[in-house]
């Protein structure tokens, strides 16, 4: 009988990474721990936008992004089955299946409590912001986790500026204080607050966050983090 050797783990496309995966697979032990599914993605989200920002280009990107799955699938970690899951479900649409090909093999590893409701949301009201000619167009996007009610409820923030171009993006938790501090703004001259079709803003996001940046400095840094859940939350309006 010959002696069980410990996996040399994957081959990795872009092997001088190594060390970057690691670190992502670490950082990972804590993602079980997020509260619900909407802290899950956002931190999934960041550690996307940040292999995006650092890419040279979309092939890069999609080179670490295949690595990356692998080397959380030989992990075999509940974090690293958490982070699978994660990007199979608001991850880039070309590493979606093979992330959740890695997290189904991993089916004795322990489950977060929210996996299942990863990605489960639909669309609410839809409004447009507008503060002034210099600030652009601020698109704000309810939504909730299926089945939660209120309890899931959040809404995707992005303030666009000249030719669509995204200056901000931001997911916010709480949505009723969001259109509150609007109203009041409104209601002093700052800002026009109005309701907005959904197809609208669903054409106007999806043009503007685009799926092939790759490491262009056409993003603003800040823009980064919650990439990818505003892809995701765009790819699902009308």
Do not use: K, N
């Amino acid at each position: 009988m010959s002696a069980t050797r410990p996996s040399a783990g994957p081959e990795l496309m872009l092997p001088g990474l190594g060390e970057v995966y690691a670190a992502y697979v670490r950082e990972a032990d804590a993602l079980p721990a997020q509260p619900g599914p909407l802290q899950a993605e956002m931190w999934t989200s960041a550690q996307l936008g940040g292999l995006e920002a650092a890419a040279p280009h979309a092939a890069a990107r999609r080179a670490a992004l295949g690595d990356l799955i692998g080397c959380l699938h030989a992990a075999a970690t509940p974090g690293a089955r958490a982070f699978l899951r994660a990007l199979a479900a608001i991850g880039p649409a070309e590493g979606r299946a093979a992330a959740a090909r890695a997290a189904d093999r991993l089916a004795g590893v322990p489950a977060a409590p929210w996996e299942e409701s990863l990605g489960r949301v639909v669309p609410g009201q839809a409004w447009l912001i507008q503060e002034g000619p210099l600030d652009g167009d601020r698109l704000v996007c309810e939504f909730r986790y299926e089945g939660a009610g209120t309890a899931g409820m959040h809404a995707l923030a992005v303030r666009l500026s000249y030719r669509d171009v995204p200056a901000e993006i931001v997911v916010v938790g709480d949505v009723p204080a969001l259109m509150a501090a609007a109203r009041q703004a409104m209601q002093a001259e700052l800002c026009v607050v109005q309701p907005y079709d959904a197809a609208a803003v669903g054409a106007r996001l999806r043009a503007a966050l685009g799926t092939e940046r790759g490491g262009t400095a056409s993003l603003p840094e800040a823009c980064y983090p919650a990439l990818a859940l505003a892809r995701h939350r765009a790819s699902l309006l009308p």
